[in-house]
């Protein structure tokens, strides 16, 4: 790799991860002023509405991007919130599945229009960083 492609592919990383910061430190303030949650609660919200308001823990920790502990925690402040509960799976006594309560799909019908608009401020101008080349 030659050290113009290698300083374009930095490039184009570092761009990658300041637009994701900004994206994302822009929906946690959103979402935590206006609905008290933060961008993990909601992913895990969004996951869970639309996916029939259920779905094994493993399928969530992928879902929302985080490790298996982080994901646990996640879930119990969910619970504890009554916005989500857990049950062992029938079939396979292992297993846990997390499904989305009333209280839960309310909070997320009231986020989601925040979410989007968030994300149409941010990245909804289609001028993504990733998509274009990096100016050498």
Known sequence: MSDVVERGLVQQWHGLLARHAAVC???EVA???RHGIGVSEFEALERLATCDHKCRSADLTEAVHLSQSATSRLVARLEREGLVQRAL???DRRGIFVTLTEAGAQRYQEAKPTH???LQETIGDGDCVVCTPADD
């Open 89 to 91: 799976c029938e079939m």
């Open 31 to 33: 979402l935590q002023e």
């Open 25 to 27: 430190n822009a929906l």
């Open 116 to 118: 989007r608009a968030v």
